[in-house]
Nanobody, 125 residues
Framework: QVQLVESGGGSVQSGGSLRLSCAASGHTYSSYCMGWFRQAPGKEREGVAGIDSDGRTSYADSVKGRFTISQDNAKNTLYLQMNSLKPEDTAMYYC???????????????????WGQGTQVTVSS
């Protein structure tokens, strides 16, 4: 059983930065994919960024150049550095884990096996 705990959300002004963390426990898989998703009120959950065990990363077009996904394998922690935040980035952010490489389906939420509880990010103009 994989457990994921997000932290680092908060309220910032437009143009500000936040770093989200996702502490993962309970897995020993050498091949995996982890992703960040977000869901704004009244909208569907969408993929923000993905990274696999080999360090390959993928991003949604809306965050390219502003967000960076990374991982610290020693700490079993996933990060999302968010810069130049915009009001439209306001959402609940979730991390997710699945057992195989991300390949071309990193943004497909149905492909993930485990989810965190989410952390709220609010960006004011």
């Amino acid at each position: 059983q994989v457990q994921l705990v997000e932290s680092g959300g908060g309220s910032v002004q437009s143009g500000g930065s936040l770093r989200l963390s996702c502490a993962a426990s309970g897995h020993t898989y050498s091949s995996y994919c982890m992703g960040w998703f977000r869901q704004a009120p009244g909208k569907e959950r969408e993929g923000v960024a993905g990274i696999d065990s080999d360090g390959r990363t993928s991003y949604a077009d809306s965050v390219k150049g502003r967000f960076t996904i990374s991982q610290d394998n020693a700490k079993n922690t996933l990060y999302l550095q968010m810069n130049s935040l915009k009001p439209e980035d306001t959402a609940m952010y979730y991390c997710a884990f699945r057992y195989d490489y991300c390949s071309g389906s990193w943004s497909r939420e149905w492909a993930y096996n485990y989810w965190g509880q989410g952390t709220q990010v609010t960006v004011s103009s």
